[in-house]
């Protein structure tokens, strides 16, 4: 099959795509490098040892959109592009909900336009909300998020139920990611935010690597087992696997389905810090912060679902987790921007 990965040079797309490829899959890569750069796309080939077809584009941008669909005829859409950091999305939501939602239109009128019915979505744990019960079950409602990018995901996630609703050819696959970090084995693709990171992981490899002093853990007075946050961290190549298996299973059926896509194992904040500790040989010194606004003290998944009916399972643990960010971080300390390795 040709997959298209709209936001495909990314995080989380750079180790889809390569899984594809490895799988014997096409690729075509649509992305505007708004959070990426053309350097993922080598390394992408490098690792994978064939050929994705890229596109520099903004995925809004329906008339080359379709010139891409004609020119390279797609099978199934995976929806990455996104804008993903919650706290500008809070001072800047036009723009998110502009580019989120904008992105996911011109990706169905396009696929509309060419007769491609297959369609999985980068969507998020943050439409849980607040009011649910953990561990999150796909048959929950969903609840109110906390921020605009939230809003974004559960948004899209209704315009997606809608299209479906109405068109009986069309597949969707909504895919809640947990907490997704780690990287590729290979150390040659991984995270790589732009300025100060806002997630956990990252901000422990800065300051692993000697770019960040020490790390500040927003609040240990949460009622958890050592008082920080837990979440479910699940290891991005497992994350990458998933979308695999969604691409087939949208092939075989029609209508909407969707998948938590996580481990199903909580891991605080202090059981990171430590498991990265041991990973790396690297000490990470912290101090206890605030609060941050907006954090919930715990949430993880219930991923039955996704073994049962995709046959999927978080394979990857903590440990390893940690060691494949490691070996990303120290082998690229700036990031893509350090140059070729
Ligand atoms: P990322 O920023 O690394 O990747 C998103 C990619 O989309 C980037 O390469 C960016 O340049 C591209 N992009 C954004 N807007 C675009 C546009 N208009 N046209 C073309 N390309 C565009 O983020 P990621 O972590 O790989 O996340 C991928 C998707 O998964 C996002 O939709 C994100 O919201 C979602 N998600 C991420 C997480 C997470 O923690 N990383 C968790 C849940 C959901
Ligand atoms: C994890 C824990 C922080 C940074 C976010 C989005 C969510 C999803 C995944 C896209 C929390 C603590 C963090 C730091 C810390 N993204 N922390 N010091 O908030 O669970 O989820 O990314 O869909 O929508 O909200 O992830 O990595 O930011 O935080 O103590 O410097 O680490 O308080 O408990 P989060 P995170």
């Known amino acids: 099959m040709r997959i298209l ?24 890569i649509v992305d505007n490098y708004a959070n990426s750069c053309p350097e993922a796309v080598r390394r992408i080939e490098q690792i994978a040892g064939r050929k994705a077809d890229c596109f520099q584009a903004d995925v809004k941008d329906r008339d080359t959109l379709l010139r891409i669909f004609r020119e390279k005829p797609v099978d199934c859409v995976i929806h990455l592009a996104g804008l993903k950091a919650v706290g500008e999305s809070v001072r800047n939501p036009i723009e998110y909900y502009r580019n989120n939602i904008d992105t996911t239109l011109s990706l169905l009128e396009v696929m509309r336009e060419t007769g491609v019915h297959d369609f999985v979505f980068s969507s998020s744990a943050t439409v849980y909300g607040e009011e649910n019960p953990i ?49 590729h084995p290979s150390g040659l693709i991984g995270e790589d935010p ?46 990458a696997e998933g979308h695999r298996l969604a691409v087939e299973y949208a092939h075989e059926h029609r209508g909407v389905e969707i998948f938590n896509l996580g481990t199903g194992k909580p891991c605080s904040v202090l059981e990171l810090v430590h498991a990265f500790e041991e990973a790396s040989g690297v000490s990470i010194p912290y101090v206890i912060g605030p609060r941050r606004d907006g954090d919930l003290p715990q949430f993880w998944a219930n991923a039955d679902k996704a ?9 990857r643990g903590i440990g390893e987790m940690c060691r494949d960010t490691w070996n990303w971080q120290k082998n690229n300390p700036e990031g893509y921007r350090g140059g070729r390795i």
């Open 5 to 28: 990965l709209a936001g495909g040079a990314g995080y989380i797309g750079s180790h889809t795509a390569v899984c594809l490829l490895q799988a014997g899959h096409d690729v075509t």
């Open 135 to 183: 561990p999150y079950l796909e048959t929950m409602k969903k609840g109110s998020c906390s921020s605009p990018y939230g809003w974004t995901k559960s948004m899209m996630e209704q315009i997606l139920t809608d299209a479906a609703a109405a068109d009986p050819e069309l597949s969707v696959v909504l895919l809640r990611y947990f907490n997704p970090i780690g990287a």
């Open 194 to 239: 732009q300025g100060i990171p806002n997630n956990l992981m990252p901000y422990i490899a800065q300051v692993a690597v000697g770019r960040r002093e020490h790390l500040t853990i927003f609040g240990d007075d949460y009622d958890t087992p050592d008082g920080t946050c837990r979440r479910d961290y699940i290891h991005v190549c497992d994350l």
């Open 307 to 315: 073994r049962a009916v995709l046959g999927w399972q978080a394979g």
